[in-house]
């Protein structure tokens, strides 16, 4: 009996959009609102040190999982092309190969990542207690990097499967144990930051977990690849995730640079940054996750040759976001006084949060743009042009623009000039990647 073909090869794109991305932020956004919520524990104890310090290991965090998401975007487009070409079984072998993979990539870079946690945690600009602080929570959580790359490859798995249900609710299992356990630990056992920290550690093995049990239950498992079968797709594997995580590389030291400008001006400078870095995902966590839930959609007409669905559905991710971050942006400069107040935010502090809900927020659609022109690009063969944009975005999008409006405004000019630079590279990032689908012919 011959089997059906791959989901998205047919019915309504923006509805596969919708629904795609609607179920993937649910499981994204669990992990911010369990971030955001940690930060509001942290808040609570009174130190703001202890807030900021949250702020700087979370910008050397990024680093390392950026090995996770670029090994994601890997499996995943891998196996959406596979599946569009109806190939079954190289889908099984490729995302096993990507898996394993990236683990041993992973392991490696976090392995160099926590030799080097003080000299990094510097060069952001953490000082004194502060930098004390951020590398006692870093050693803490960096050694389980590879398991959230274990649960970033196999939600990206999922996805490609079309099963983006499950691959949420790997992250809303996590998610709930994280926040289930930030209480205990940090209040309840008096740990402070050192329990929200083994809290993350707990939420990780969750998540590794609850992602790959459904790929065995649900999708035929994955193949038990040799030394040959290892070699074999190390090149395709490579091809797509070094670009994929040079692009993802690229957002860790733009904030790298951001934060050390915000250093600057105080630890309520850089703890008014922190708090809009916990709002932001957890506001527009939708947003976050278009890009892994449209790569699928793209992928897989692109395998069938379906060039006008490739177009179709891109168009159909920007008008989704274009309508979800209006919404968002009205809510936000409502709730900006009672969200300052939450955080018993004062001063500056309190100046770039009702900087960010007011409105910075609709410039967050040039931030959609670069995600889904990334998405294109990577399930469309040119995953280095991804690497282009991004790259550009966080150099020459970020530092003068951030000089720039240092010099203007002080600390809300960073966040003005990291914004402005995401106007211009989001515009040519939307130019190019139609560029790349008028260009592109079927497989």
Do not use: K
């Amino acid at each position: 009996m011959p089997r059906p073909p791959a989901r998205f090869l047919t019915g309504n794109l923006l509805a596969h959009v919708v629904t795609m991305t609607l179920t993937a932020s649910v499981g994204l956004m669990a992990l911010f609102a369990v971030d955001f919520v940690n930060m509001l524990f942290i808040a609570m104890l009174g130190q703001a040190e202890l807030v900021a310090a949250v702020g700087y290991a979370a910008a050397v965090l990024f680093f390392t999982t950026s090995f996770g998401i670029g090994m994601g975007v890997a499996a995943g487009a891998l196996v959406a092309r596979a599946l569009g070409m109806g190939e079954t079984a190289v889908a099984r072998r490729q995302a096993a190969t990507a898996l394993i993979w990236g683990v041993l990539s992973g392991v490696a870079f976090a392995a160099i990542v926590f030799a080097l946690l003080r000299p990094l945690a510097t060069l952001l600009g953490a000082t004194g207690a502060t930098l004390d602080l951020t590398v006692h929570f870093l050693r803490i959580v960096v050694p389980s990097q590879p398991l959230i790359m274990v649960g970033m490859i196999g939600g990206a798995i999922l996805r490609a499967h079309g099963d983006a249900r499950r691959a949420m609710m790997a992250t809303i299992w996590g998610g709930l144990v994280n926040a289930l356990l930030d209480p205990l630990l940090i209040f309840g056992l008096g740990l402070g930051l050192t329990g929200a920290a083994v809290a993350s550690v707990v939420a990780r093995v969750v998540i590794a977990a609850t992602a790959l049990i459904p790929i065995f239950r649900h999708h035929g498992g994955l193949d038990r690849p040799g030394l040959p079968e290892l070699a074999l797709d190390l090149r395709p594997v490579m091809a797509i995730a070094l670009p994929a995580i040079l692009t993802q590389l690229a957002v860790p030291v733009g904030q790298a640079y951001v934060t050390a400008a915000m250093a600057r001006y105080g630890e309520g400078a850089v703890a008014g940054m922190a708090i809009v870095g916990r709002m932001m995902p957890l506001a527009f966590g939708v947003i976050f996750a278009l890009a892994g839930a449209v790569g699928p959609i793209i992928g897989q007409n692109a395998g069938a040759g379906l060039r006008a669905r490739v177009r179709e559905a891109f168009d159909a991710a920007l008008l989704f976001a274009a309508v979800f971050i209006a919404v968002v942006a009205a809510a936000l400069y409502l709730l900006r006084g009672p969200l300052a107040a939450l955080f018993n935010a004062e001063g500056v502090t309190r100046d770039l949060v009702f900087l960010f809900c007011g409105p910075l927020a609709l410039a967050v659609f040039f931030n959609a743009a670069i995600f889904v022109a990334n998405a294109a690009m990577n399930n469309l063969g040119r995953p280095f042009l991804s690497t282009f944009i991004n790259w550009g975005r966080q150099t020459l999008g970020t530092i003068p623009f951030v000089l720039a409006g240092a010099a203007w405004w002080g600390a809300e000019g960073v966040l003005v000039g990291q914004a402005a630079g995401g106007v211009v590279f989001g515009l040519g990032a939307w130019v190019l990647a139609l560029r790349v689908i008028a260009r592109s012919g079927g497989r």
